[in-house]
Structures are given as structure tokens and as C-alpha cells.
């Protein structure tokens, strides 16, 4: 079963700060989630990634499939980047494909 | 495009009361998921149709949660008798087919007083 560990598990940072937000699991998997979740319930996704690097708008994920460690980037932050982000992985790894999730990081940018 | 969409997106019952769910998946999409997000942790799959199929329902508690997507499109899912650990957001999501990404509805919030 694969565990998933994200960090920190709360972050606030000034806006226009640079954000980093990690993600370790233990088995090796076909693809990487990060997803985010506003107050409210909605998750949505933001990327899906098996290798490198995968950029859209002022977010990038990056993924190192041989150290099982991925990265969510947010660049000139800003308020309305507030939510929860959280990383998951297919649950037994390899070609299983329902989703582990980790606890999920607390952002919050203030203004 | 229609996203992922779930009904009621709140419900409070009394414990050993009865509930259900309702999901209507994106057009298209083959495989369905239940998730359980209890307040302050991650989603949790609870079962993962393809089709009309179950591919795994290993964390489902079976004694007293059921799901079933019986035409392979929208999917139900019932709790009978509630508890008050089931409290919690109910996820719907479904992927196009398995492996691919996955599109979540709004969720049901459920409160077990």
C-alpha cells in the first residue's frame, strides 16, 4: 500500500512570495496527482505527472520518480492561491489507479 | 463541458437513519470513484466502479455502506445504519477511463448527529 507524507503540512507566506510544497511516497507509481481544495469541499485537479516537469500559469510540478519525491512550485503568489494542495498517488502503485491521498498543505498568502 | 455532479450537497440525519447519494459522472467517462473525506485528513477511495463493474471496494465497510452504478453512468451510494463516524465529505470523481485524470464533484456533506 502506498503511504503518502506531504510538507509542510501548513504554510503562510507574504503575496509574491515563491512556494514550495512537497510530496514523498513509498511505492513506485505510473503517475503523480496534485490537486487543490478551496473551503467548501470542491477539489480540483491541477496536474497529473509520470516524469520532469509540468508547468501551467504560475504553477509548476516537478516529479523524481527514482527518489519517489514530487514538488508543487507557485510562483508570484497571491491571495486567491489560498487553499489546501494535496498530492495523491494510485493506492498499491503500479497500474492501480485509485487514488492514496496525502494530508493535504494549508496555504495561505496574505496580502 | 458538464462537470461531476452530486446530490444532496448537504444532508444531517440521526444515527441508525439511512442515506443516499447521487452522482452523475461527466458523459464518457468509464470509471467512477467514491471517496470519504473525514474533517482535517485526506479523501479516502471507497469504491472504484469501471463501468458497471467494481474494481475495488477493498475500503468499503461493507456491513453497512453500499454502492452500486447499475447502467454505468450515475452511481448511488446508501449508508445503512449511519454512525456518527460517518460524518464527513462524500466525493464523487470519474476519469475518462482508468489511469487518466480524474474530475471531482462538489461533494455531499454528511452530519451524523
Known amino acids: 500500500k502506498n503511504e503518502v507524507e506531504q510538507s509542510p503540512q501548513n504554510l503562510t507566506a507574504q503575496e509574491g512570495e515563491f512556494i514550495t510544497i512537497n510530496c514523498s511516497y513509498s511505492v513506485g507509481i505510473s503517475a503523480l496527482h496534485w490537486l487543490q481544495q478551496h473551503p467548501g469541499g470542491g477539489i480540483v485537479s491541477l496536474f497529473m505527472l509520470s516524469s520532469g516537469k509540468k508547468k501551467h500559469g504560475r504553477l509548476i510540478a516537478t516529479i523524481n520518480i527514482q527518489e519517489k519525491h514530487s514538488s508543487l512550485h507557485i510562483t508570484a503568489s497571491h491571495p486567491r492561491d489560498s487553499a489546501v494542495y494535496i498530492c495523491?498517488?494510485?493506492?498499491?502503485?503500479?497500474?492501480?489507479?485509485?487514488?492514496?491521498f496525502g494530508k493535504g498543505t494549508h496555504l495561505i498568502i496574505q496580502p | 463541458e458538464a462537470g461531476v455532479a452530486q446530490s444532496p450537497r448537504y444532508k444531517i440525519i440521526e444515527k441508525r437513519q439511512s442515506v443516499a447519494f447521487w452522482c452523475n459522472p461527466i458523459?464518457?467517462?468509464?470509471?467512477l470513484y467514491w471517496y470519504q473525506q473525514i474533517l482535517g485528513q485526506g479523501p479516502k477511495l471507497l469504491i472504484q466502479f469501471q463501468n458497471n463493474g467494481v474494481v475495488d471496494d477493498s475500503q468499503l465497510p461493507k456491513d453497512r455502506f453500499s454502492a452500486e452504478r447499475l447502467k454505468g453512468v450515475d452511481s448511488t451510494l446508501k449508508i445503512q445504519p449511519a454512525k456518527l463516524e460517518d460524518s464527513a465529505v462524500y466525493l464523487c470523481a470519474s476519469s475518462l477511463k482508468r489511469n487518466t485524470e480524474a474530475f471531482f464533484g462538489q461533494g455531499t456533506r454528511l452530519t451524523v448527529v
Open positions: 495523491a498517488v494510485p493506492k498499491e502503485g503500479g497500474g492501480a489507479d485509485g487514488l492514496t
Open positions: 458523459s464518457g467517462h468509464a470509471t
